[in-house]
């Protein structure tokens, strides 16, 4: 009666611990945010476990299901398109319901993108807050407002159609003198990193497209 938490890669399919793979290999089902996209990944570690798919659109539909297998004695891991479940993916709902329901959960260390991007922004580590993707529409402005006068570390997700139109509405907020570190395509053949203000990384991704998945992380409040 355990749920297991597993992360996968965010693009080099080497980053996968042999704890995954064996407790993966070890399960009677797998829930998938993606079950394609997963069945392709866990093909590579010669995984072959039943895929459920399971994700924001029907995990509230599927969770007692999942719950009684659970308290059956079935072993479920639970995993992402990449990286950590729960982690701006779906993982939650499920691990609440599971301590709430006396399930033992077990989440694996493994691949996020959040962490590489914020030790690689060489901005303080010792205290950051993580904020995910900001929100899209309605309260976009207070969470931007109230992020400038953050004084931790602060790392944003986001996708490469917004993140000019995120760094533009960040610099009124921010100022010229905040740095910011952008990393792009973590783990994968075209990774790059930008450093600088974020007065800087507008001109620099209005002359070089984004293309790919970007974390931003922004040096706290008088920082340099
Ligand atoms: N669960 C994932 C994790 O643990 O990082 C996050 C999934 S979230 C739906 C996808 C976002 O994560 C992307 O838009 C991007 O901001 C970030 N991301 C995921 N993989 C990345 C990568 N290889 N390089 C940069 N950012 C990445």
Redesign the pocket.
């Given at each position: 009666m355990s749920l297991f938490v597993v992360?996968t890669p965010?693009?080099n399919l080497k980053d996968i611990t042999y704890r995954a793979v064996e407790v993966l290999k070890n399960s009677d089902i797998i829930l998938a945010e993606d079950t394609r996209t997963s069945h392709k990944i866990l093909k590579h570690y010669s995984i072959n476990v039943k895929l459920e798919s399971f994700h924001m659109h029907n995990e509230h539909k599927k969770i007692q299901k999942v719950l009684r297998q659970l308290k059956e004695g079935t072993t479920i891991s639970i995993i992402?398109?990449?990286?950590?479940?729960?982690?701006?993916?779906p993982g939650f709902l499920l691990v609440r319901e599971s301590l709430a329901n006396q399930i033992e959960v077990f989440c694996l260390p493994g691949?996020?993108?959040?962490i590489p991007?914020l030790i690689q922004s060489g901005f303080p580590t010792d205290r950051f807050v993580f904020e995910g993707?900001l929100p899209q529409k309605k309260g976009r402005l207070s969470r931007i407002k109230s992020l400038a006068i953050e004084k931790r570390t602060i790392v944003i997700?986001?996708?490469p159609h917004r993140i000019i139109k995120t760094l533009t509405q960040l610099l009124p907020h921010f100022g010229e003198t905040r740095k910011v570190s952008v990393?792009?395509?973590?783990?994968?053949k075209f990774?790059t990193q930008f450093r600088g203000s974020i007065n800087e990384a507008i001109n620099y991704f209005s002359e070089n497209k984004p293309k790919?998945?970007?974390?931003i992380s922004i040096s706290a409040e008088l920082q340099n």
């Open positions: 992360p965010i693009g992402s398109d990449a990286g950590t479940p729960g982690i701006s993916d691949p996020t993108a959040l991007a993707f997700y986001e996708s990393v792009r395509e973590l783990t994968k990774e790919g998945e970007f974390v």
